[in-house]
């Protein structure tokens, strides 16, 4: 998105990367190690058919924090406009805590809801990242910053042994360990964030309905692409913890271990997908990404999940499928989606994509606890393969 401060000339990008890489690697770990423990708790609360509603309430946050960034940015400026989500994801993961201690699905749901505004704002920074590059190296700037959830997001799931222990440590409730980082996690970011030069609002348009988005062609291909994937990620990974937990019986380090996979699947190769798309442009990123996470989930309904190197391979696969989307969807969206309109779709694509996720991820709890894990698999397959053919018959 443009915006005043961005200048090319040095040393000001310089600063302004490594805030938002810095930024975007901390909501990432706030996340990855707050979200999955909440299925448990909310299972055991409510029943698995439940087990999704924390994760659900941060993916609605997420989305309504992609509009409200946009808005705030427009009138304020991006430091700004970072700050107030950070500081809200901040509030969040202490609501958070409390309510891993108390047991209070509806605590942690707020919490999960507060912490997601904060994830929409290391979400968009990707965009922001990309006006600091002349357009050849857009796709670069783009997995940069997603390559900073590498730092967070890997290392997160690691933390859920090392939180609680902290936790009984400090002689509170130790299933609020987790939460208690991410509140340190996301007040750092909100730190960080402040790093920011002050001046300068984000140039924004009038608000773009999305129902234009159908009338750009690139839009809806980085929508259908961004949302598929979306969807289908959320909805596997939303169950992983409580089969891993309920029907295989692991605990928390072999969950750890199972979500590291799948994270260094979503973030660790970013900038080798920003140097592809460079090269190749967005569509062949895309449709590869569809292609390896059409295998995905073929492999997560097939593998023998009790075998965990090739546990671990899926769930990295999966998670890489999910990056060649992501990132080729964005590339699309930044090379092709003209100014004014730009900042105002790339902020409804992304909400329309977690407004999807987030029925991805309540009805995923569903469809396991009534058709099991198969069931699950295999329509999240034939998600991936009606977008596959919709975007190959797509020029």
Not at 42 to 50: D, S
Not at 79 to 100: E, F, N, Q, V
Not at 243 to 265: E, M, V
Not at 328 to 342: A, F, I
Request: glycine share 14%; hydrophobic share 55%; proline share 6%.
């Amino acid at each position: 998105m443009h915006c005043g401060w961005m200048h090319r000339s040095a040393p000001v990008p310089v600063r302004a990367t490594v805030v938002l890489f810095v930024t975007a690697a901390l909501l990432n770990a706030a996340i990855s190690v707050a979200g999955p423990p909440t299925t448990i708790v909310a299972a055991e609360r409510l029943g698995a058919a439940w087990a999704g509603v924390p994760v659900t309430a941060g993916i609605v946050g997420a989305g309504l924090g992609a509009v409200g960034m946009t808005w705030a940015a427009s009138r304020w400026s991006w430091r700004l406009g970072l700050t107030a989500g950070y500081l809200a994801a901040t509030a969040g993961a202490g609501l958070g805590a409390l309510g891993m201690a108390g047991g209070s699905v509806a605590a942690l749901s707020a919490g999960m809801l507060l912490l997601g505004l904060g994830a929409a704002g290391a979400l968009l920074s990707r965009y922001t990242a990309a006006q600091l590059y002349p357009p050849g190296r857009r796709g670069f700037a783009i997995g940069i910053i997603v390559w900073a959830g590498a730092a967070g997001a890997v290392g997160g799931p690691l933390l859920l042994v090392p939180t609680t222990s902290a936790a009984r440590g400090l002689d509170v409730a130790a299933t609020a360990g987790p939460f208690l980082f991410a509140v340190v996690a996301a007040g750092t970011a909100a730190l960080a964030v402040r790093a920011l030069p002050p001046a300068g609002r984000a140039t924004v348009a009038p608000a773009v309905p999305l129902r234009s988005l159908a009338r750009g062609l690139p839009a809806r291909s980085a929508l259908l692409v961004m949302a598929t994937s979306q969807v289908v990620m959320i909805a596997l990974m939303t169950v992983v913890p409580l089969t891993l937990h309920a029907a295989h019986h692991h605990g928390p380090g072999a969950l750890g271990y199972a979500l590291s996979a799948h994270t260094s699947g979503m973030f660790a190769l970013s900038p080798l997908t920003g140097w592809i798309l460079d090269r190749t442009g967005p569509r062949p990123v895309m449709l590869t990404g569809l292609v390896v996470m059409a295998l995905a989930t073929v492999a997560t309904a097939t593998a023998p999940y009790d075998h965990q190197p090739v546990r671990l391979a899926v769930l990295f696969a999966l998670g890489y499928g999910w990056n060649l989307c992501f990132v080729g969807g964005s590339g699309g969206l930044v090379g092709d989606v003209h100014d004014p309109r730009r900042p105002q779709v790339e902020g409804a694509v992304d909400a329309a994509v977690w407004a999807l996720a987030a029925g991805g991820s309540l009805t995923s709890a569903v469809l396991l606890s009534t058709g099991g894990y198969a069931l699950l698999a295999g329509l999240a397959t034939a998600i991936v393969g009606v977008a596959l053919g919709t975007l190959l018959l797509r020029r």
